[in-house]
């Protein structure tokens, strides 16, 4: 009986959590809702898992959550791992944005950065040698 009230505040803690948090959306917050709630009903009806899984062709009602906690749980780590690729991405490419921008907009050494020399082939560069060499990188980048 103390591990279903421990287990019982736990999912209550948890409830309070998505509770909230505002910048949960509604599709989320239902499921996550319905998740505590089955967890609180397996929690008081433990008998029910089993049944559950006996009906699936697994032993124990136990080896059934543990299954599924692991299905979850790769759910939420191929997510996670997505969403981190998404963002390597977007720093990425703000990045290269703001380097093309600092050397439009910076009176840079043009050799230090590569650039060609301007069309006459003078030493001096123009800024428009500049801006037409920063938008063929920014086009490459973007290939």
């Not at 509604?26 to 559950?52: C, D, M, N, Q």
């Not at 006996?54 to 969403?83: C, E, M, P, Q």
């Not at 600092?102 to 560069?125: H, W």
């Amino acid at each position: 009986m103390i591990a279903k009230i421990l287990l019982t505040l736990s999912l209550f803690a948890g409830w309070l959590y998505i509770f909230t948090q505002s910048g949960i959306s509604k599709a989320l917050r239902f499921s996550l809702y319905t998740i505590l709630g089955f967890g609180l009903y397996i929690v008081w009806f433990p008998e029910t898992s089993t049944a559950v899984a006996n009906v699936l062709g697994i032993g124990r009602g136990a080896d059934l959550i543990f299954y599924t906690w692991i299905a979850f749980s790769f759910g939420v780590l191929l997510n996670v791992h997505l969403k981190l690729r998404q963002h390597l991405n977007l720093i990425t490419r703000l990045s290269r944005s703001i380097a093309i921008h600092n050397a439009i907009s910076e009176k840079i050494d043009p050799d230090s950065i590569g650039l060609s020399k301007d069309l006459g082939g003078n030493s001096a560069y123009t800024m428009e040698a500049i801006n037409m060499e920063a938008l063929s990188v920014k086009e490459n980048i973007e290939k």
